[in-house]
């Protein structure tokens, strides 16, 4: 039998609250399939998590859909042995905003808005497609971004319905590795002759 999508709703409410530890599961083709961290803030559509690895290490934050969540387990040995983890890598939670948004804001257009005052570099996920750049506007239904292609280098805009998205990642290794990629390629350019020196 499903359960209704509200009380999973009132589930990660109790926990953003308590900011507890959590395994979420979204994939009823994977029961294996999880992922665990902090529950930082929920509204009727969307929750806010900073993801642990398996072995205990911050993995940056995801927003990820409501209707997705088919279970949820916290306060389990699982959870307990990656608080363990946790400490024993001497890494600490730091919730995403400084003030969190009231329960009735749109989680997913504040976070969404709170990365472009960031200039944080996002990633987008629907289905088998992930689009990964830096937002450039965002409103109520629509996000558009800045991409940044598969080397570092800056691509085209690509405008996206908010209601598609099914995960967004900030922070995690995809960002920092593209991150990374930008860098190189800001200081591949630095190299290059300018117009002026070419003989």
């Known amino acids: 039998m499903a359960i209704p999508n509200g009380y999973m709703t009132y589930l990660l409410r109790i926990l953003a609250a308590q900011g507890a530890l959590a395994s979420?599961?979204?994939?009823?083709?994977?029961?294996?399939?999880?992922?665990?961290?902090?529950?930082e803030a929920v509204d009727s559509k969307h929750v806010l998590m900073c993801d642990l690895t398996p072995w205990g290490q911050i993995d940056g934050w995801r927003v990820r859909r409501n209707s997705d969540v088919i279970?949820?387990?916290?306060?389990?040995?699982?959870?307990?042995?990656?608080?363990?983890?946790?400490?024993?890598?001497?890494?600490h939670h730091r919730p995403f905003f400084t003030d969190y948004p009231a329960e009735d804001t749109d989680l997913l257009l504040s976070v969404l808005l709170e990365c472009k005052a960031?200039?944080?570099?996002?990633?987008?996920?629907?289905g088998n497609d992930m689009a990964t750049g830096r937002v450039l506007e965002a409103n109520g239904l629509r996000v558009k971004l800045k991409l940044i292609d598969f080397y570092g280098?800056?691509?085209?805009?690509e405008v996206i319905t908010l209601r598609e998205i099914e995960i967004l990642e900030i922070d995690t290794q995809e960002e920092k590795m593209y991150a990374i990629l930008e860098e190189m390629e800001a200081q591949r350019m630095q190299l290059l002759p300018t117009e002026e020196n070419q003989p």
């Open 24 to 39: 979420i599961y979204t994939d009823p083709g994977d029961p294996d399939g999880f992922c665990a961290g902090f529950v």
């Open 71 to 91: 279970q949820i387990l916290s306060g389990e040995e699982y959870e307990q042995r990656l608080a363990m983890l946790l400490a024993h890598h001497k890494q």
């Open 118 to 126: 960031r200039n944080e570099i996002v990633s987008i996920i629907i």
């Open 153 to 157: 280098r800056q691509a085209e805009e």
